[in-house]
């Protein structure tokens, strides 16, 4: 049974940094599209906005142009985590940051394949992570 339990949420200043950690178990092959998401303004699944992508089998990753001078994603196989580190916090990044996971059911889907997934392509999900930035 898949779980992913996230922490490293937090409160801090503009400017400052975060690292997100999401604990994956119960995913034994290494073909998994995992990503992060940020809740939004609304409280539904529909609501979610996806902002990094992983795919497990090589690490490949896709962060938008918007956002990938601030943001960093990877995967520790060894330790089955998987990371988010935010740098260069700004207040209107506050929200509920959640970690993703779903089986690629193609031969290779690549982390620009698994952010086109969005949230209606992700079958597990973690309850999510409270991040604050104050300015």
């Known amino acids: 049974q898949v779980q992913l339990v996230e922490s490293g949420g937090g409160s801090v200043e503009a400017g400052g940094s975060l690292k997100l950690t999401c604990a994956v178990t119960?995913?034994?092959?290494?073909?998994?599209?995992m990503a992060w998401f940020r809740q939004g303004p609304g409280k539904e699944r529909k609501d979610r906005k996806i902002?990094?992508?992983?795919?497990?089998?090589?690490?490949?990753?896709y962060i938008p142009d918007s956002e990938k001078r601030r943001f960093t994603m990877a995967h520790d196989g060894a330790k089955n985590t998987l990371h988010l580190q935010m740098d260069s916090l700004k207040p209107e990044d506050t929200d509920t940051y959640i970690c993703a996971a779903t089986e690629c059911v193609r031969g290779y889907c690549s982390g620009d394949y698994c952010y086109t997934l969005g949230w209606r392509g992700m079958n597990y999900w973690g309850k999510g992570t409270l991040v604050t930035v104050s300015s």
């Open positions: 902002i990094a992508a992983l795919y497990t089998a090589d690490g490949t990753t």
């Open positions: 119960g995913i034994t092959d290494n073909r998994y599209c």
